[in-house]
């Protein structure tokens, strides 16, 4: 922990602070602002009580109605910009909705990019590192405190990092007609307790017969290699039996032995079948919902798995699959060659 000496805060005319409202659902967010005074309506009129506008939304309010409702402070230091590198763990200001939010750094993608996690409202946010400026914590207003990463989630990414803030995953949903498909999610994070909970859903926790089961918020993706949430989307709460890791990486020979697919389909992961021959980087794939036969990209499709007991599965083919066998027969006979429906028939 560093620090450096902090200038006084003033609020006389023309200095420039930052302002924080006690009483503010959003906690922890910054308002850059200026003190000016009031405009003169009476020409022979010599008080004009100081005001502050906040630049966000250019309003002015006198500085009187701020008493026990914000906190003011000075504009931070820059001397640490340079010297302190920011990573996984940083506590940083984001410059988020023209406003300073205080977050902590989860991933770091590339160089230059970073997931930021929110706390109230629960949230991650993907910021380039021009959009971040080092925190610091104004103490006993004399200080600028610099805190150090946060230790709490550094053990946690060391411990389990795969279901931690800002780990890639899928979170299992329903869609038409009760199908089961997988969609490409970020955790934002754990919920600890229920004190949000209402009182229905306690009770019905209350009933349930399994133990308690670990719960999380997460963000659905827009896409399974994007860390942009879907912006309407709102965020979700999802138990452990409805979230899974990202798959592993697999091999093109290993995707040419399997029987069953994935295929990303709209926004989400979707059970299916490769039929005939792959044709210029695409193939068929056979839909096992719908019946429905479409064309896919090769990097669209993936070997289909199952997450148990923490580690991956290859799907087993079921026992009775006779319908769906013969739906594949019908389907694969309209990609034969002349001389292979003949030897087809033949068999």
Known sequence: MRSLPSERLSLMEGCQVEISYTNNRFKRVWYSATIELERQTKPKSRFRQ?????????????LTVFTHKASFRPIPTNRYEDRVEIKEGSIVDADHKDEWWVGLVVKQIGDDKFLVLFDSPSDIVRFKREQLRVHLDWVDETW????????????????KPMFISGAMVEVSD?????????VPAIIIKEIVDNEDEDEEEKEEEEEEEEEDEKKYVVKVCV????FEGIKKTPNKRFDMRSIRPRPPPFSAEELELVDYIEVFHGTSWRQGRVIGRVFRGRCKVLLEATNKMLSFKISDIRPSKVWEDGVWKPRESPSTQGSVDEILVVHSLQYLTVHERIRWNRL
């Open 50 to 62: 100081r005001c502050v506008r906040v630049l966000k939304d250019d309003s002015l309010t006198p």
């Open 144 to 159: 600028w405190v610099l805190p150090g990463r946060n230790v709490q989630f550094l053990r946690q990414l060391h411990e």
């Open 174 to 182: 329903k869609i038409d007609k009760g199908e089961v498909v997988w």
């Open 223 to 226: 896409n399974p290699s994007s």
